[in-house]
């Protein structure tokens, strides 16, 4: 059975109509005769299956959907057409500041991330100390998350959503924040964290990341799937198209 599901997911976002502009600027675009609401397509008909271990790598130039889909597949997003099946615990970490609170400490911070990740104050009693280690943030546990730095952030986001032992981890460009020897950790833990059953999905421009990363990739351009299948076809064929528009 599979962990994961996109069957035929479509995501449609609308500009300029009542929500978006505010019931001032409708009236007045009314009476100007100038109220126009205008589509956009960010994902159309995307479709692949996940099994227990698999770690998806989903490649594609700025705006070919990758963000948005995974707000789909996480269920922040409903998606317009489609349905998203999963199974199982999801952590996801698609910004960095997304579930924190700033005026609250790591320590806080921390207990509260597990919170909205549906765990208990034990389970993370449990967890705390590897997740404040593995973030190297030991001397930063009572100071406000506003006053970290960006690289500090992606440690702590990073490390609580591995290291809560989720079904499915969803991470958008998240290992490409930090400097050079935490990437190499996050990369570690990443193949122990596939290794012990959790499906992963990933959001990198760094085609050599994928390579090493992934066993399936999903390609999309301008919110069309292109392409999902082995790591080594898809990347090849993507590298390829690159190539050719230079």
Known sequence: MSILEVDH????????????????????RKLKRDYHVQEFWADRDI??????????????????????????????????????????????????????DGDLTVRENTYLRGA????TREFMNQKYEDIIDFSGLEEFQ????????SGMKSRLAFSIACLVNPDI??????LSVGDGAFRKKS???????IKNGATTLLVSHSLDQIRRMA?????????????????????????AFLKEKK
Not at 12 to 24: A, E, N, P, S, V
Not at 169 to 174: A, S, W, Y
Not at 220 to 229: H, M, W
Request: net charge neutral; proline share 1%.
């Open 215 to 239: 066993n399936k990739v999903l390609w999309l351009d301008k919110g069309k799937q292109i392409e999902f299948g082995d790591t080594k076809t898809v990347c090849d064929h993507y590298a």
């Open 47 to 100: 479709n692949f299956k996940l099994e227990k271990g698999d770690m998806l790598g989903i490649i594609g130039t700025n705006g070919a959907g990758k963000s948005t889909l995974l707000k789909a597949v996480s269920g922040i997003m409903e998606p317009t057409h489609g349905v998203v099946r999963r199974e199982g615990t999801i952590a996801a970490l698609l910004e960095l500041a997304s579930g924190f």
């Open 187 to 193: 990369e570690r833990k990443m193949a122990e964290v």
């Open 9 to 28: 997911v479509s995501v449609r976002y609308i500009t300029g109509d009542f929500k978006d502009i505010g019931l001032k600027e409708f009236v007045v």
């Open 116 to 119: 909205m990740l549906g765990y």
């Open 142 to 149: 009572d100071r406000r998350f506003k006053q970290l730095s």
């Open 169 to 174: 981890l969803i991470l958008d460009e998240v």
